[in-house]
């Protein structure tokens, strides 16, 4: 990665692993004009985002009863 913002986020993502972390997904809308370095920089401006306050993160925790498998 030389893009910052991709190598930020991974900086980014290598703490919230280091804290915890599963897994994390990033779900794109337009593919056909997608690179990496523009779905890094707007999950940088997201968790910039968080960090500041303007917005909160979603949580999901999968902590229930797994369902019967069959």
Known sequence: MTDIAC???ADHLAERRNNGLVDIKFYV???GS???EK???EAG???DAIKS???EA???TDKGPM???G
């Open 67 to 69: 369902p019967a498998q």
């Open 53 to 55: 306050g303007s917005v």
């Open 29 to 31: 809308h337009d593919e």
């Open 45 to 47: 401006r997201i968790f």
């Open 58 to 60: 979603l949580t999901i």
């Open 39 to 41: 779905v890094c920089a």
């Open 7 to 9: 190598t930020s986020l």
């Open 34 to 36: 997608a690179t990496p």
